[in-house]
């Protein structure tokens, strides 16, 4: 059973968790299967690059929320 036919039966709730590794398992294959520290590095930096923008987008719209019902008393 693999993590895409487990999420399914069980309403999908980590569909994202195996979506992350199928592309993982896609860069390896197109690398040869080899992983330097090239490969790390420019993993790692997606990575911070992809939560930065996911916190602050909700850091936005907290602030915007926050304007709204200042606003509305």
Avoid: H, P, Y
């Amino acid at each position: 059973m693999d993590m895409r036919t487990r999420d399914s039966a069980s309403g999908g709730g980590r569909r994202r968790a195996g979506l992350a590794i199928t592309l993982v398992e896609l860069l390896l294959k197109a690398s040869g299967g080899k992983v330097n520290g090239k490969f790390l590095a420019a993993v790692a930096v997606v990575a911070i690059v992809v939560v930065a923008g996911f916190l602050l987008f909700r850091l936005l719209m907290l602030d915007v929320i926050m304007q709204v019902v200042e606003q509305r008393r």
